[in-house]
């Protein structure tokens, strides 16, 4: 659906290679496409605009006009220069007397009940703190009992007040809680609120008033459009946000959202929720996330995802290991990938995690016609060619071509495209290895 | 069951449907009128620096960029036939182009009467309002004067069962569930079955949230829509794919995924009364027209009213209409 923004770069610009200069309209064509991919990834736009305003100096800088690839090169630019707003990884610490409290806001179905579920999780496993979780929410149905379920099913304690009825006397008596059971983090969940809807805006300003919370996360779902930037100034208007947490961030959503909520608030980015269960949450990593946001895809996430699915382990394992050294990606690693992720979740897990170069520019139904026929030519390769496709010259294409049914340029595709990926993970070894359950059941 | 409420379009003066998703819609900045009328004194035409405006303000409202270029190259076609002068003029023209771009698909959703039960499955992404609009899909049909049952087949989410009880309770319609974990699809045949035995004319059954590139969960999505239509009699009738308006362009994939896994008869779209506008139902209009039936706007019994294109038009850009 969303055409990979180096593949549009590259149609207006690499036409203009070894020009040696670009004249302004060449650049308003490439910062125009930049332009629509953002939008695409629901970047609000005044936050495009403003990004577009940043990367405008640098495209036409040297590195742009010297490059063989003035497409790709932008592309660069324009990924490092996301990179950088979205900001360096900032270690989630809670410094405060205990209790600690860790206060989560946001809209309607953002997330909060499961995120606060999933933090409680993860502050005690990974900081081995006594943790609390609390539910402020009476007004849904069934809010309270969400919580609580999810609390018993992790094993912390939740805070039960008897008798207090409003939003303001659940937290106090949580607090109480809290420090009767000498408690070194207290998570308190809200009800979702719209910005616009001033008593409950009031609510959770007294809350926070209330609780002088350690860290104020703002949880924001990854599919929300342009209404993320508005949302987001107005919350943080009332209530002065420490962090955001992405949720949902398991499906195809390129998730532009988390660039407004950043640029707006300036609250650190800091955990991305992957999946319904406690465990699934992830720590923010900026270089994944830019990838994400551009369409880039996520290769080293993909086969980190097949290891954890406990599906052919020991082959997804080796592979891991390779790609981290950096090399000896073969096409028959590549195949062997495509039948795994076929039966991990498919084309739409697998387009989420590849660039879209490989998985496919069409539209899903039509992607797994696309997969198939890249598979059905690296099944007529011979395994030497798998190995080192460097030795697949003119007349072992056409016999390639004609024993998949597919042509010599299809094959030709094929090969430039596995080597710009290969080129990729020798550029990812090392960085941004975290796991990623992404495409997989819950 | 209920705690207080909150605020609620429920307890404002008694507007129309209309007036009230105008007002709400109104609130905080309108996305266009304000602007458009500023922009576009009298006297001045509409040239391409207005356009661009406009297309500015499309863009804010989730319109996304394909929708956004198909209204603009509308209006300036019909600019170059035609002067338009004015802010009015431009407005009016707009709110043409978009009124007929949603005119197709504002088909109102139709109890088949002759099918008992007739049969409702409301399926979505994860939180985007399926359980609160079952809740007041079953206030709608009870006024309506049909009888109601619920089907509670999210087995999986915490307190989701508890939650559409709650519900049951408040419209005083029964609740069929079983325990967490059960099988959905299960349910969802029970629950027909119990509904056929009581002869209720309506059965709403609610699905857990699940994202449409999730393939296994689209498969267990598919089970329960096989499972009910070996009951026979065509079930279910109606597929509801609730969508929230605060999503922006991946709204598109969620249409597009869901309808290829169960065909998808219509959509509600949720959470109008926030500051999101829903703009991204013109590029779904343009591109799989499926009937969009209803809109959310709040989280009580009585926010839900029946999707109407001139009339979402009018609420979107003010009263230009
Ligand atoms: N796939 C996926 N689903 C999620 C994630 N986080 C939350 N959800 C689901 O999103 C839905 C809403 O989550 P909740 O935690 O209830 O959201 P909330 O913000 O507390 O909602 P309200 O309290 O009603 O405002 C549920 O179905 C969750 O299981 C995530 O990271 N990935
Ligand atoms: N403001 C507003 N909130 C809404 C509307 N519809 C639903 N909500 C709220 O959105 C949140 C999620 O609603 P649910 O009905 O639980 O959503 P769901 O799709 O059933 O969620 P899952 O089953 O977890 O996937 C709740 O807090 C609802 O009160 C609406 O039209 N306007
Ligand atoms: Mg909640
Ligand atoms: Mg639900």
Redesign the interface.
């Known amino acids: ?2 055409e990979n923004l180096t593949n549009r770069l590259s149609r207006v610009l690499d036409g203009l290679r070894g020009r040696g200069r670009l004249t302004e309209d060449d650049v308003r064509g490439a910062l125009r496409e930049v332009r ?1 991919a953002l ?4 970047v ?2 005044p936050v495009v605009k403003d990004f577009i305003e940043r990367v405008r100096a640098r495209a036409t800088g040297a590195e742009v006009l010297q490059s063989l690839t003035p497409g790709q090169a932008v592309v660069g630019i324009v990924h490092r220069e996301l990179v950088a707003i979205l900001g360096a990884p900032v270690p989630f610490e809670l410094r405060a007397r205990p209790p600690a409290v860790v206060l989560l806001a946001g ?5 909060k009940t499961t995120s606060a579920a999933k933090l409680a999780r993860w502050i005690r496993d990974t900081q081995k703190k006594r943790v609390m979780l609390a539910s402020t929410d ?6 309270i ?6 609390a018993a ?1 992790i094993d912390v304690p939740f805070s039960a007040p008897q008798g207090a ?2 939003a303001l006397a659940r937290a106090a008596a949580a607090l109480e809680d809290a420090r009767n059971h000498s408690i070194e983090v207290l998570i308190v969940d809200t ?1 979702g ?5 001033e ?2 805006m009031d609510e959770v300003a007294a809350l926070h008033q209330r609780l002088e919370p350690a860290a104020t996360l703002f949880v924001v ?1 990854a ?5 993320a930037a ?2 987001a100034r ?1 919350f943080h208007e009332r209530l002065p946000l420490t962090g955001v947490v992405l949720t ?1 961030a ?5 998730g ?2 988390a660039l407004s909520v950043r640029e707006v608030t300036g609250a650190p980015l800091l955990f991305l929720g992957v999946g ?1 269960r406690t465990g699934a949450l992830e720590a923010f990593d900026p270089e994944r996330l830019a990838r994400r946001i551009l369409g880039m895809g996520d290769i080293v996430g993909l086969v980190e995802a097949a290891q954890s699915a406990e599906i052919d382990q020991g082959a997804a394992a080796d592979l891991a290991q390779r790609l981290k050294a950096g090399d000896g990606f073969t096409l028959a690693d590549f195949r062997a990938q495509m039948q795994q992720m076929q039966k991990l ?2 084309i ?2 697998l ?2 995690a590849l660039p879209a170069k490989l998985a496919g520019k069409a ?3 039509g992607g797994d016609r696309t997969l198939r026929r890249l598979g059905g030519i690296i099944d007529s390769m011979t395994p030497a060619e798998r190995r080192h496709p460097e030795l697949i010259k003119a007349s072992r294409k056409r016999r390639i071509a004609a024993g998949s049914g597919t042509t010599v340029q299809e094959v030709n595709r094929l090969l430039k495209q596995f080597a710009e990926s290969r080129k990729m993970m020798k550029k990812l070894k090392g960085g941004g290895m975290a796991r990623l359950m992404r ?1 997989l ?2 | ?7 609620s379009a429920d307890e404002q003066p008694k507007l129309g449907f209309v007036a009230r998703l105008r007002a709400q819609l109104n ?2 900045d309108s996305f266009l009128t304000r602007d458009v009328r500023e922009l576009i004194p009298a006297g001045r035409p509409l040239d391409e620096e207005l356009l661009e405006e406009l297309e ?1 303000r499309l ?4 319109c ?2 394909d929708a956004t270029r198909h209204i603009i190259d509308a209006l300036r076609k019909q600019a170059r036939k035609e002067r338009i002068v004015g802010a009015d003029a431009a407005l009016a023209a707009l709110h043409k182009i978009l009124t007929e771009m949603l005119e197709p698909v504002s088909v109102p959703l139709e109890v088949d009467a002759t099918q008992h039960p007739f049969v409702v499955l409301v399926v979505g ?5 399926k359980t609160t609009t079952i ?1 007041k899909l079953a206030a709608r049909f009870r006024a309506g004067g049909h009888s109601v049952m619920l089907a509670a087949a999210d087995t ?5 069962i ?2 559409l ?3 049951g309770e ?1 419209n005083q319609v029964p609740v069929t569930a079983q325990a967490h974990g059960a099988d959905p699809a299960a349910v969802a045949f029970d629950a027909l079955e119990a509904a056929r035995a009581r002869g209720i004319e309506v059965l709403l059954v609610d699905t857990a ?1 699940r ?7 689209m498969e267990e999505l598919k089970k329960v829509h096989r499972v009910l239509g070996k009951s026979g009699a065509g079930a279910p009738h109606e597929v509801l794919l609730v969508l ?1 308006a ?8 969620q249409v ?2 869901f309808n ?1 896994a169960v065909p998808v008869t219509g959509l509600v779209l949720t ?1 109008l ?5 829903g703009g ?1 139902i013109f590029a779904l209009a343009d591109r799989c027209g499926i009937p969009i039936r209803f809109v959310g706007v709040g ?1 009580q019994a009585g926010d839900l009213g029946e999707f109407n294109a001139p009339e979402f038009v009018a609420a979107l850009l003010g009263d230009a209409g």
């Open positions: 659906m969303f629509m939008l695409e990834a629901d609000a736009l809209l309607q179905g953002a997330g009476v007004y849904r149905p069934a809010a009992q969400q919580l609580e379920k999810l099913e009825e409003s009800a609120r719209l910005a616009v809807d008593a409950m779902d599919m929300t459009g342009q209404d508005r949302t107005a949902k398991d499906g195809d959503a390129r532009g959202a319904e979740g498919g739409g897990a387009k989420d539209d899903l139904a495409g059941g819950r | 069951m209920f705690g207080p409420r909150k605020k609130q905080g500015t863009l804010l409202a989730d996304g960029v992404v994860n939180g985007t309002g809740g999986f989410r915490a307190a989701a508890e939650q009880v709650a519900w408040r949230g994202l449409q590139t999730k393939q296994n969960l929230d605060t999503s922006g362009q991946n709204a598109l994939s597009e995924l290829e959470k009364d926030g500051t999101a506008k991204v989280e």
